[in-house]
């Protein structure tokens, strides 16, 4: 009896061949397994007993970074062999939209690195079919080694034994390298010069950061920025450098327990840590703080933590090093660095020596970023060890190509039944990033042999990703399609979730989007009913004195509620803030000047945060971000009232009771509760009013712990059934797969 099977998912490059082929033997079957460009084909023969336990054999044992998304099995004729094989792979069939992402050091290869007598002794490209570079290498599929970046690197004896030996972990390991024929480390100056190879530049790297210096390290997706988290002269001297006043930096630490001296991760931020993509988790820190210097992240009761990813951040921590920061290789919102060339000329003024290798970086990958809420990891910037796993499913003939928003940018592509997003991207200020834009798309559809039959952007007309996308699709005769933002948000969290039809109603509740009423949205209820989304609530809306403005300064954003909704308490709470200045504001305020009106919760979290004393934002959600710190340090004791009337939340109640509050004195603490608690009572009136039994979550306010909590536990307790993001980010991160998703179900995709 012979069974052919067609396995999909993520099945190549994690050792998906071996395992089947030893599963195989074990179970005395002859055939074989080989890598087709759209899955990996299993052709099995023996008696039934013996097919049926090697079957459950693959869903039961696989791989560390294995996942099966199908599994088709036929029968098929028997043929005169002996042996299981792994045969050459397919390089006519059509390209899977599956690839494994970058995956962090297994405790196996962890071994080696720290055993004296064994050949991988303190190497810092140590990897196996478990662990190590993936996406970051790869120029092509089937995921072969003779298309990624270690082609240059022939294999030694030794290794290419252990490559060819079935009963191998490294069996099939497309990076597998070793000293003898791997890459090599190098230390340089900021000039592009030689200073030291192997261990020698090792060493001195170490010897630079608990000096107090910079150093720029190239990573798994591109360069890093180092240096000690317990030196506030060293984290002040980065933050000038690289232009980030106040946005925190993410902490490495060598192990786990270092983190619990500095912070407090529950269970589940451990297990996130210590996972396979090994992101930074926010988790709460200490009260004491521990040692880590005040400057890592100021006014934020969270570290970004994360554990070493590679060899070579596990052996920076062998010389005794305590934390140290670990951030994006780049200056303000610029692109990550990937080579060399571009460290010594964008990095130069920022890092003292540079920490590099000779394995190129095939695409930049930024370090992921996740938060465990209500027992879910959810990703805030999906980057290094997520993308470009897929996510939801779409009809299988559709292609699309989704340009996303202008803020945390990225891209989708919709292709044989998948939604593809690619990694982050960043914001589109910059022509160096709006040009990654472009080189990922072309990335994209060459790595999976695309060809998008429709294209998707958001409906503001001056966000970079729109113009982009209106040029890319003019140059190639496609037709292009607009997404309002808050649409795509709502339809992130469907397409994350399986949704395919039914009623559903979106809260999508972020800073700022294009309406289609012209005014600025992001406080909005949406019916979404036979594939078309009604707006049926939302915020009442309040003016934002010098628009763009008001997102760096939440005074603005305090001054325009109050001027719609208590104006004889403007001089009272914000005179002396803005001095001979508010006379000439009102003015422009009561002309229109210069002040789109917007439903938006999250320039209300600013207004609020002006209020209560938060000055100017140097990074998006910083004053949101401090509020929720505030609210987080009290117990609710009630909720302002923000009544529904008609189909708007009524803010007049709010901003009375609060400055009422403001008047007798009562803590920031509470207020900032309070506020929070009269966001959550508002949605589940909104809830209860349309009656829809499906709700579903979208936007970045919903990044706010307290927020998503809340609500998710009052509409479930009243029988709601909540959808939430976790896989894609809340953030404009998940537009373009919201975008994506929309837009393959339209006939022309």
Same mark, same amino acid.
């Given at each position: 009896?012979?069974?052919? @099977?067609?396995?999909?998912?993520?099945?190549?490059?994690?050792? /998906?061949?071996?395992?089947?082929?030893?599963?195989?033997?074990?179970?005395?079957?002859?055939?074989?397994?080989?890598?087709?460009?759209?899955?990996?084909?299993?052709?099995?023969?023996?008696?039934?007993?013996?097919?049926?336990?090697?079957?459950?054999?693959?869903?039961?044992?696989?791989?560390?970074?294995?996942?099966?998304?199908?599994?088709?099995?036929?029968?098929?004729?028997?043929?005169?062999?002996?042996? /299981?094989?792994?045969?050459?792979?397919?390089?006519?069939?059509?390209?899977? =939209?599956?690839?494994?992402?970058?995956?962090?050091?297994?405790?196996?290869?962890?071994?080696?690195?720290?055993?004296?007598?064994?050949?991988?002794?303190?190497?810092?490209?140590?990897?196996?079919?478990?662990?190590?570079? #993936?996406?970051? +290498?790869?120029?092509?599929?089937?995921?072969?080694?003779?298309?990624?970046?270690?082609?240059?690197?022939?294999?030694?004896?030794?290794?290419?034994?252990?490559?060819?030996?079935?009963?191998?972990?490294?069996?099939?390991?497309?990076? +597998?390298?070793?000293?003898?024929?791997?890459?090599?480390?190098?230390?340089?100056?900021?000039?592009?010069?030689?200073?030291?190879?192997?261990?020698?530049?090792?060493?001195?790297?170490?010897?630079?950061?608990?000096?107090?210096? +910079?150093?720029?390290?190239?990573?798994?997706?591109?360069?890093?920025?180092?240096?000690?988290?317990?030196?506030?002269?060293?984290?002040?001297?980065?933050?000038?450098?690289?232009?980030r006043p106040h946005k925190p930096f993410a902490v490495l630490f060598p192990n786990a327990g270092k983190v619990a001296?500095?912070?407090?991760?529950?269970?589940?931020?451990?297990?996130?840590?210590?996972?396979?993509?090994?992101?930074?988790?926010?988790?709460?820190?200490?009260?004491?703080?521990?040692?880590?210097?005040?400057?890592?992240?100021?006014?934020?009761?969270?570290? $970004?933590?994360?554990? =070493?990813?590679?060899?070579? *951040?596990?052996?920076?921590?062998?010389?005794?090093?305590?934390?140290?920061?670990?951030?994006?290789?780049?200056?303000?919102?610029? =692109?990550?660095?990937?080579?060399?060339? !571009?460290?010594?000329? #964008?990095?130069?003024?920022?890092?003292?020596?540079?920490?590099?290798?000779?394995?190129?970086v095939v695409r930049p990958l930024d370090d992921s970023l996740v938060r465990v809420a209500r027992g879910k990891t959810?990703?805030?910037?999906?980057?290094?060890?997520?993308?470009?796993?897929?996510?939801?499913?779409?009809?299988?003939?559709?292609?699309?190509? &989704?340009?996303?928003? *202008?803020?945390?940018?990225?891209?989708?592509?919709?292709?044989?039944?998948?939604?593809?997003?690619? !990694?982050?991207?960043?914001? @589109?200020?910059?022509?160096?990033?709006?040009? @990654?834009?472009?080189?990922?798309?072309?990335?994209?559809?060459?790595?999976?042999?695309?060809?998008?039959?429709?294209?998707?952007?958001?409906? *503001?007309?001056?966000?970079?990703?729109?113009?982009?996308?209106?040029? /890319?699709?003019?140059?190639?005769?496609?037709?292009?399609?607009?997404? !309002?933002?808050?649409?795509? *948000?709502?339809?992130?969290?469907?397409?994350?979730?399986?949704?395919?039809?039914?009623?559903?109603?979106?809260?999508?509740?972020?800073?700022?989007?294009?309406?289609?009423?012209?005014?600025?949205?992001? %406080?909005?209820?949406?019916?979404?009913?036979?594939?078309?989304?009604?707006?049926?609530?939302?915020?009442?809306?309040?003016?934002?004195?010098?628009?763009?403005?008001?997102?760096?300064?939440?005074?603005?954003?305090?001054? $325009?509620?109050?001027?719609?909704?208590?104006?004889? #308490? +403007?001089?009272?709470?914000?005179?002396?803030?803005?001095? &001979?200045?508010? %006379?000439? #504001?009102?003015?422009?305020?009561?002309?229109?000047?210069?002040?789109?009106?917007?439903?938006?919760?999250?320039?209300?979290?600013?207004?609020?945060?002006?209020?209560?004393?938060?000055?100017?934002?140097?990074?998006?959600?910083?004053?949101?971000? %401090?509020?929720?710190?505030?609210?987080?340090?009290?117990?609710?004791?009630?909720?302002?009232?923000?009544?529904?009337?008609?189909?708007?939340?009524?803010?007049?109640? @709010?901003?009375?009771?609060?400055?009422?509050?403001?008047?007798?004195?009562?803590?920031?603490?509470?207020?900032?509760?309070?506020?929070?608690?009269?966001?959550?009572?508002?949605?589940?009136?909104?809830?209860?009013?349309?009656?829809?039994?499906?709700?579903?979550?979208?936007? %970045?306010?919903?990044?706010?712990?307290?927020?998503?909590?809340?609500?998710?536990?009052?509409?479930?307790?009243?029988?709601?059934?909540?959808?939430?993001?976790?896989?894609?980010?809340?953030?404009?991160?998940?537009?373009?797969?919201?975008?994506?998703?929309?837009?393959a179900r339209d006939p022309r995709a």
């Amino acid at each position: 009896m012979r069974l052919a @099977l067609v396995v999909r998912g993520t099945v190549q490059g994690v050792g /998906f061949r071996p395992f089947v082929s030893r599963t195989a033997r074990a179970h005395a079957l002859s055939g074989f397994v080989r890598n087709d460009r759209d899955a990996v084909r299993i052709e099995v023969q023996g008696d039934e007993a013996r097919l049926q336990a090697f079957t459950e054999a693959l869903l039961r044992d696989l791989p560390r970074a294995a996942e099966i998304r199908s599994m088709n099995r036929t029968l098929v004729d028997d043929r005169a062999e002996d042996v /299981f094989s792994i045969t050459a792979s397919d390089l006519n069939a059509a390209v899977s =939209p599956v690839l494994p992402a970058d995956l962090a050091l297994c405790d196996a290869c962890r071994r080696e690195v720290r055993d004296p007598g064994d050949r991988r002794y303190r190497y810092p490209f140590t990897n196996c079919v478990g662990c190590g570079p #993936r996406f970051s +290498i790869c120029e092509g599929l089937p995921y072969d080694r003779a298309r990624t970046s270690m082609r240059s690197f022939p294999m030694c004896g030794d290794c290419e034994r252990e490559y060819l030996d079935v009963l191998d972990r490294r069996y099939h390991a497309e990076p +597998i390298a070793c000293p003898a024929c791997g890459p090599a480390l190098m230390l340089k100056n900021t000039a592009g010069e030689l200073v030291a190879i192997g261990e020698p530049g090792l060493h001195a790297a170490t010897t630079a950061l608990r000096e107090g210096r +910079i150093v720029a390290l190239r990573g798994l997706g591109g360069f890093q920025l180092l240096c000690s988290a317990t030196d506030d002269r060293a984290v002040s001297r980065l933050r000038a450098r690289k232009r980030r006043p106040h946005k925190p930096f993410a902490v490495l630490f060598p192990n786990a327990g270092k983190v619990a001296e500095h912070a407090e991760p529950t269970d589940a931020e451990l297990a996130a840590l210590r996972s396979k993509e090994a992101p930074i988790v926010l988790v709460a820190r200490r009260r004491d703080g521990g040692n880590l210097a005040e400057s890592v992240a100021p006014e934020s009761p969270f570290v $970004g933590a994360m554990l =070493p990813p590679t060899p070579l *951040h596990e052996l920076l921590f062998e010389d005794g090093l305590g934390p140290l920061i670990c951030t994006s290789g780049n200056v303000s919102e610029e =692109p990550i660095c990937t080579t060399d060339e !571009q460290a010594i000329e #964008r990095l130069g003024g920022v890092a003292d020596v540079v920490l590099t290798h000779d394995r190129a970086v095939v695409r930049p990958l930024d370090d992921s970023l996740v938060r465990v809420a209500r027992g879910k990891t959810r990703v805030l910037r999906r980057a290094r060890g997520y993308a470009p796993r897929a996510v939801g499913e779409i009809r299988h003939g559709a292609s699309v190509l &989704a340009f996303g928003a *202008h803020l945390k940018n990225t891209v989708t592509l919709g292709h044989r039944g998948a939604l593809i997003p690619s !990694q982050h991207l960043g914001d @589109l200020d910059s022509p160096s990033t709006r040009a @990654l834009v472009s080189a990922t798309v072309d990335d994209l559809l060459t790595f999976f042999d695309a060809e998008p039959r429709i294209v998707v952007c958001d409906r *503001h007309p001056d966000y970079a990703s729109t113009l982009l996308a209106e040029k /890319f699709a003019s140059e190639r005769g496609l037709p292009l399609m607009r997404v !309002q933002h808050h649409h795509a *948000h709502v339809a992130a969290t469907l397409a994350e979730h399986g949704f395919v039809d039914g009623d559903v109603l979106g809260l999508a509740w972020d800073g700022a989007g294009l309406g289609d009423d012209g005014t600025v949205w992001g %406080g909005e209820a949406l019916s979404f009913h036979a594939g078309v989304f009604t707006r049926v609530a939302h915020l009442e809306t309040f003016p934002l004195p010098g628009a763009e403005a008001a997102f760096r300064e939440p005074a603005l954003s305090a001054l $325009g509620l109050l001027f719609a909704h208590a104006p004889e #308490r +403007i001089e009272e709470r914000l005179g002396a803030r803005f001095g &001979a200045t508010l %006379g000439p #504001r009102l003015r422009a305020l009561a002309a229109n000047v210069n002040a789109p009106r917007c439903s938006s919760v999250g320039r209300l979290f600013d207004a609020v945060a002006g209020l209560l004393g938060a000055s100017t934002a140097t990074f998006e959600g910083q004053a949101a971000m %401090g509020l929720e710190a505030l609210a987080r340090s009290v117990e609710p004791d009630g909720a302002y009232r923000l009544p529904l009337r008609g189909t708007a939340g009524a803010l007049g109640p @709010l901003v009375h009771a609060l400055l009422e509050d403001l008047r007798r004195g009562t803590e920031a603490a509470r207020i900032a509760r309070r506020f929070h608690e009269s966001l959550i009572s508002f949605a589940l009136d909104v809830a209860e009013h349309v009656g829809c039994e499906h709700v579903a979550l979208g936007g %970045g306010c919903f990044q706010n712990e307290l927020l998503l909590q809340g609500l998710t536990s009052r509409l479930s307790a009243k029988g709601f059934s909540v959808a939430t993001p976790a896989a894609i980010p809340a953030n404009d991160g998940g537009i373009s797969t919201g975008q994506a998703w929309l837009a393959a179900r339209d006939p022309r995709a």
